[in-house]
């Protein structure tokens, strides 16, 4: 009901409402459970006792069955019991003492016996949810149960985390093999590649020694004497041809560059 927002006039008759009609039905019934008395053989102040025994009780075991009920404790349902009993009782002694009074009914042997009847009821049934086990013993119970669960759920959760952690180590394991697998096969590549380096290295060495090879066979083939030129230009000046550096060069099968090289060697020492 604190989630419900009510006007302030809705909670004035919801919070004293309630014991204003319980306090004016058990003041109304109180007439009418006494004359039941009266009829009954009590004199005196004895006959006040009567709505005690009569419209309390009802309200006292209405009150204990809920409790209990909701505790889930034994003796509820005797209690409901009482309760429902009490509640015709104290509506049949209204009915009874009105009818009584205004003349449509006369008093019984059987009505008297019912109504002197009505205290040792009720002490019975007071004694009866009295003696029945409260709520702090089911209580305990529900402790001991309670208890006996957890150590439950502890055993339980205690297999599954030493599952769980052999799992993690196995799994750990497989980690840690196939680490050490991908370390090896990473050496291995390492080694092949310092291998295929080497060999690369020695490919270009050799590369290189072979460009240098032609290059010194080239350039001790063009190294030619300085007598072999100078009769190459006197046979050429006899046959009547153009002495120049490219015809030489034809001539001594150089490069045109040599060619000329040697025609100014030639010139200078003439």
């Known amino acids: 009901m604190s989630s419900i927002h009510m006007p302030w006039y809705a909670r004035v008759v919801f919070t004293a409402g309630r014991p204003l009609v319980l306090v004016a039905a058990l003041v109304m019934s109180v007439p009418g459970e006494i004359r039941m008395a009266e009829l009954a053989g009590w004199h005196g102040w004895t006959t006040w006792l009567m709505p005690v025994c009569v419209s309390a009780y009802a309200a006292c075991a209405a009150v204990i069955s809920d409790i209990r009920r909701r505790a889930k404790a034994p003796g509820h349902v005797t209690a409901t019991i009482g309760a429902g009993a ?56 529900q402790m001991r149960e309670l208890e006996g669960a957890a150590t439950y759920l502890a055993g339980e959760l205690a297999e599954v985390l030493d599952l769980a952690g052999r799992e993690l180590v196995a799994k750990s394991h497989g980690i840690v093999n196939a680490y050490e697998e991908l370390s090896a096969a990473a050496d291995e590549l390492a080694a092949e590649a310092d291998e295929i380096a080497d060999e690369l290295t020695s490919d270009l060495v050799e590369a290189e020694k072979a460009e240098q090879e032609p290059r010194r066979k080239s350039a001790a083939r063009k190294a030619v004497p300085l007598a072999v030129v100078k009769n190459t230009v006197a046979a050429m000046q006899v046959a009547g041809e153009k002495i120049t550096g490219s015809t030489l060069a034809e001539r001594l099968g150089c490069s045109p560059r040599s060619g000329y090289r040697y025609l100014s060697e030639v010139q200078q020492a003439a």
């Open 86 to 141: 009490a509640l015709g009782l104290a509506l049949s002694a209204q009915v009874v003492a009105h009818l009584i009074d205004r003349g449509y009914m006369a008093t019984s042997a059987i009505l008297v016996a019912a109504v002197s009847a009505v205290p040792p009821l009720v002490v019975a049934h007071m004694l009866h949810m009295a003696a029945m086990p409260t709520a702090e013993v089911t209580a305990a119970e």
